[in-house]
C-alpha cells in the first residue's frame, strides 16, 4: 500500500521552477508531521523541509529562501515548491511522515528532478 505518492518531478534548466506534489494516504494521522527529502547522487540522502500540522515549517539551509513547503490538509496533499533552481538541487525527492520530528517514519517512492546547467 503506497501511503504517500510525489509527483511533478521533471528537468529543467538551472534558474528554473518546479511544483512537487505528494498525495497523502487518509490512512496516515493528520496530526503527523509531513517533510520532504533528497537523496543526490553520489551522496547521502538529506532532508529538505518540514511542517508540522500547526503549520510550522522549516528548511534547510541549503534551500532556504529558494522553496516554499505547504500542506492541504483538505486536499490531503503536501507541495514543495521550488524556484532558482540550481544544479546541484538534482536528486530524487521523497515524501515523508512521522509522529515526530524528522518526520520520516513513512516513505514515499520518490520524483526525480534533474537540474541542468
Known amino acids: 500500500q503506497v501511503l504517500l505518492a510525489e509527483s511533478g518531478g521533471g528537468s529543467v534548466q538551472a534558474a528554473g521552477s518546479l511544483k512537487l506534489s505528494c498525495v497523502v494516504s487518509?490512512?496516515?494521522?493528520?496530526?503527523?508531521?509531513l517533510a520532504w527529502f533528497r537523496h543526490p547522487p553520489g551522496k547521502g540522502r538529506e532532508w529538505v523541509a518540514s511542517i508540522a500540522n500547526d503549520g510550522r515549517v522549516s528548511y534547510a539551509h541549503s534551500v532556504q529562501g529558494r522553496v516554499t513547503i505547504s500542506r492541504d490538509n483538505a486536499k490531503h496533499t503536501l507541495y514543495l515548491q521550488m524556484n532558482d533552481l540550481k544544479p546541484e538541487d538534482t536528486a530524487k525527492y521523497y515524501c515523508?511522515?512521522?509522529?515526530?520530528?524528522?518526520?520520516?517514519?513513512?516513505w514515499g517512492l520518490g520524483t526525480q528532478v534533474t537540474v541542468s546547467s
Open positions: 487518509q490512512d496516515i494521522d493528520p496530526q503527523y508531521c
Open positions: 515523508a511522515a512521522g509522529r515526530w520530528s524528522p518526520c520520516n517514519s513513512i
